[in-house]
């Protein structure tokens, strides 16, 4: 291979440099892997009434599916970005999409519920993995000037990918290409993953840490058992009629996240390296996110989750037309984003106001469902999604930027890692806690009307939480940067005119 340093310092000064292409070529890759994650994140959520119908399993698989993958996510995401710099992102890139390539494998062959689980926890482990190795390496092959033009590819790729996902997904279910049916939607990681580490193999740039940080193993027991602690009996409660076990765990969670920080102020205090730096929860911003991260990312998976449910088992939709309901809502974050773009300057007011848009399109949801009823349609549905998807667009858009801008530079690095962590565990709580909600309100023999009772409780729920997200963001600071509050007065000052 010719992708290393010292080749790129003998390349011939006289032309456009070869290695120019590989980091357009590397990123491609890079992209490639956060597609088949959000892609295998989705994915489920639409197959799920398909594959329980074929290999069986409770309501509590449904969620399980998509749990079990952001639980492992959210384990494996507090050390995969430190392997990388331990052992080299490369390295660790090409074996996070080998295992994640295997566990989809795996997903495809099932033939129970609780190995279809298991494959899942594969996918999430090897996921976290290769991750977060994409960041690392564009920012050692991109020079300065370029870096922006290689982030502004994350926006589309994503958008398109969220637009496409559930299409996709109802698509391959209802082909039932070779007799597949529900497989193809892991079988087609096959060709994809390996695509993904061909081109590593031949484009990625081997790159590692001058200094890396050792790993917190214990440290990743502890979190990671406090967390299962929490989401397990959500899910399994409700099916065991919420025995006084279930209320230990969520108890002992408690108190295990409390010990989780007590272990990492020590272990910084004697000269260790901590998961997460403890001077970051002495920071209103990061603390502050953190609790904003955690509200809204459940409220919106447990949403998703629902909402899937609803289409195809409570209104009888296949999987391909659950797929294109679902599209409003992926059009409206796009447009979001692109009018967070337009109105960045305002800061945390654009995310307040991201939270009471995405508020009123729930609300919009409830209402069409109340108007129209169970023979509801994905055309009466779209208006208010599309509006959902545009509160989501706004408050998603400047959320990172925000909380990280009120940490130190040093801090910058754990932080990063702590709020994509809380992503997941949000996502793996609120699918736990809103498909708990949901089923339970079903009650023992579903009907039509018992559907439409739980969606709409579900739906007020998810506004309840969409407004607690309002409040608790009040946490962080005003602006992303100095110069985004003194771009924001003379605008603010035109409009009081």
Not at 330 to 337: H, N, W, Y
Not at 424 to 453: E, I, K
């Amino acid at each position: 291979m010719t992708t290393s340093d010292e080749a790129v310092a003998s390349a011939p000064p006289t032309h456009e440099p070869a290695p120019y292409r590989w980091r357009w070529a590397a990123l491609f890759v890079i992209l490639a892997a956060e597609v088949m994650d959000l892609l295998d994140a989705m994915v489920t959520n639409i197959a799920g009434p398909t594959i329980r119908a074929e290999i069986g399993g409770s309501e509590s698989t449904l969620q399980w599916l998509g749990a079990a993958y952001t639980l492992a996510m959210t384990t494996g995401l507090l050390t995969g970005g430190r392997l990388g710099d331990i052992f080299g992102r490369k390295r660790m890139f090409v074996i996070g999409a080998g295992g994640f390539v295997l566990g989809s494998l795996l997903c495809a062959v099932a033939q129970s519920p609780e190995t279809l689980i298991s494959a899942r926890v594969v996918q999430g482990l090897f996921g976290a993995v290769m991750l977060p190795q994409g960041l690392g390496m564009i920012k050692e092959m991109f020079p300065p000037k370029e870096m922006q033009s290689a982030f502004v590819l994350f926006g589309p790729v994503m958008g398109l990918a969220s637009v496409g996902g559930p299409i996709l997904a109802g698509w391959l279910v209802d082909a039932d290409f070779f007799g597949t049916g529900w497989r193809m939607i892991f079988l087609i990681n096959l060709p994809l993953g390996l695509a993904a580490l061909a081109g590593a193999l031949r484009f990625l740039p081997e790159s590692r840490s001058p200094h890396p940080l050792r790993l917190d193993v214990p440290g990743v027991v502890i979190a990671s058992l406090a967390a299962v602690l929490i989401v397990f009996p959500l899910v399994q409660g409700r099916e065991n009629d919420w025995p006084v076990w279930s209320f230990v765990m969520i108890g002992a969670s408690v108190v295990i996240f409390a010990f989780f920080g007590w272990f990492e102020s020590r272990k910084s205090r004697a000269g260790g390296d901590p998961l997460v730096v403890p001077s970051l929860f002495r920071k209103r911003a990061f603390t502050g996110g953190l609790l904003t991260g955690i509200v809204f990312f459940s409220g919106m998976a447990g949403f998703m989750l629902v909402f899937n449910l609803y289409t195809q088992i409570g209104l009888g939709y296949s999987p391909i037309k659950a797929g294109l309901a679902g599209v409003p809502w992926s059009i409206g974050m796009i447009l979001g984003m692109g009018i967070m773009q337009a109105v960045k300057r305002f800061g945390r007011k654009v995310l307040h106001g991201g939270a009471l848009v995405m508020a009123l399109g729930a609300a919009g949801v409830y209402l069409t469902i109340d108007l129209v009823g169970i023979g509801v349609t994905p055309w009466q549905l779209a208006p208010a999604l599309i509006v959902t998807g545009i509160g989501m667009g706004l408050l998603m858009g400047p959320f990172f930027d925000i909380v990280l801008s009120g940490v130190e530079q040093h801090e910058t690095g754990s932080a990063s890692g702590a709020l994509t962590a809380v992503q997941q565990l949000g996502n793996a709580f609120g699918v736990a806690l809103l498909g708990t909600v949901f089923f339970d309100l079903l009650g023992p023999v579903p009907t039509g009307t018992s559907f439409d009772h739980a969606m709409k409780v579900t739906l007020w729920v998810v506004v309840g939480m969409l407004l607690l997200t309002f409040v608790v963001a009040f946490l962080l600071p005003k602006y992303a940067r100095e110069e985004d509050a003194l771009e924001a007065e003379p605008a603010k000052e035109a409009l009081s005119a």
